[in-house]
């Protein structure tokens, strides 16, 4: 398939409202990368730049070594599925995968051909003679997807290609989006989604987009465990992550730290040196990495103002110390029942604790 690399790539419209300034990516050869991020942080705009539909007004694409700032869509060897499924409504499943093959004037062997490897792949093969009408959400976008793989492109775009689907088929349709990729090793996908479960549960390797730029890459697991910001802490896991407000007391391998809505001394596994003794910090800690205390340190102290009990887990929210502060939530094991009113202590294993001086990891320092 394909490597992209895009070089200082930049979007402006008008020439003067810039959307996305400095993107710098590599995406290799059989990853699947999926762009996430705020509404209006330019993840779409990004990809449409990718297949050719929106100008690259800054900076270089180039794919397989080639640049393709000034290439034609049709030529840049790439296949978009869209939000819509964008099916013509009166050809059958078959001709409406197989209609960019007879555009590009291939044999009817090859068209059938592809049109079967691709039904077979998606489990398309009991439809083909089906009008779109007779198809079910997550049929018909599995349908937009086999459109693609006829074409046999170097790179395949999704632009949020679940949106459209309940939440039942969503999940079906991501698992099969899943089995897909698996089925197709070598291809290279970039998938855009506000859905950050399914961007943890696909992705090779995740671009946080924000503020016109990228705000991190990573794997799913590094940027829930090792965050760089406190932009992406709070952005990637359900619900987002607590800071509390606090100050380094004592430094070494082990950093001691005095929460303000806390008691006493917490300690996190992130090295600090004697410069830092008093460095005003706030504290990350997921709802889940929370745990209730009875000892004399701990890093929050708060009433329950609200419950909701899931069954396998409780979500508890604190009420807020003051009219500005944030709200805490914890996330504790099994069903708790009567809490409304209680004033619960939490507090968090040192390698759950995440720590942030001026909106930056100090891990990464």
Do not use: W
């Not at 705009?45 to 800054?58: H, K, V």
């Not at 969503?170 to 998938?191: D, F, G, H, W």
């Not at 619900?239 to 007391?249: D, H, K, T």
Request: glycine share 8%.
């Amino acid at each position: 398939m394909a490597d992209l690399k895009l070089t200082d790539v930049g979007k402006k419209y008008g020439g003067t409202v810039e959307v996305l300034k400095n993107i710098n990516l590599d995406i290799q050869t059989g990853e699947l990368i999926v762009f996430v991020g705020p509404s209006g942080c330019g993840k779409s705009t990004l990809l449409r730049m990718i297949a050719g539909l929106e100008r690259i007004t800054d900076g270089e694409l180039k794919i397989d070594g080639e640049v393709m700032n000034d290439v034609p869509p049709a030529l840049r060897g790439i296949a978009m599925v869209f939000q819509s499924y964008a099916l013509y409504p009166h050809m059958t499943v078959r001709d409406n995968m197989a209609f960019a093959l007879k555009l590009a004037k291939k044999s009817p062997q090859e068209i059938d051909d592809a049109v079967n490897r691709a039904a077979k792949v998606l489990q398309l093969d009991d439809y083909l003679d089906r009008l779109p009408k007779a198809l079910s959400g997550g049929q018909r976008q599995r349908v937009a997807i086999g459109r693609s793989i006829v074409r046999d492109p170097k790179v395949y775009l999704f632009d949020e290609p679940l949106s459209n689907l309940d939440a039942s088929l969503r999940v079906a349709t991501r698992i099969e989006i899943a089995q897909l990729k698996e089925s197709m090793p070598n291809s290279t996908m970039i998938y855009v989604t506000h859905d950050q479960v399914e961007a943890m549960t696909l992705a090779t390797r995740i671009v946080v987009l924000a503020n016109k730029g990228i705000a991190q890459v990573g794997t799913p697991l590094e940027l829930y465990e090792t965050p760089e910001n406190e932009f992406v802490a709070q952005f990637i896991g359900s619900p987002a992550m607590n800071l509390l407000p606090g100050e380094v007391v004592s430094t070494g391998e082990m950093t001691g730290v005095k929460i303000a809505q806390g008691h006493g001394t917490v300690y996190a596994n992130i090295p600090t040196t004697d410069a830092d003794q008093g460095l005003q910090v706030n504290v990350g800690i997921r709802p889940e990495d929370m745990v209730a205390t009875e000892g004399t340190d701990y890093a929050f102290s708060g009433e329950v103002q609200f419950s909701e009990k899931l069954g396998e887990v409780t979500q508890f929210y604190f009420k807020p110390s003051a009219p500005e502060a944030s709200q805490v939530i914890a996330k504790l094991a099994g069903i708790h029942k009567g809490m409304r009113g209680q004033v619960m202590n939490m507090t968090a294993d040192p390698s759950k604790l995440h720590l942030f001086a001026d909106g930056k990891s100090l891990l990464y320092r």
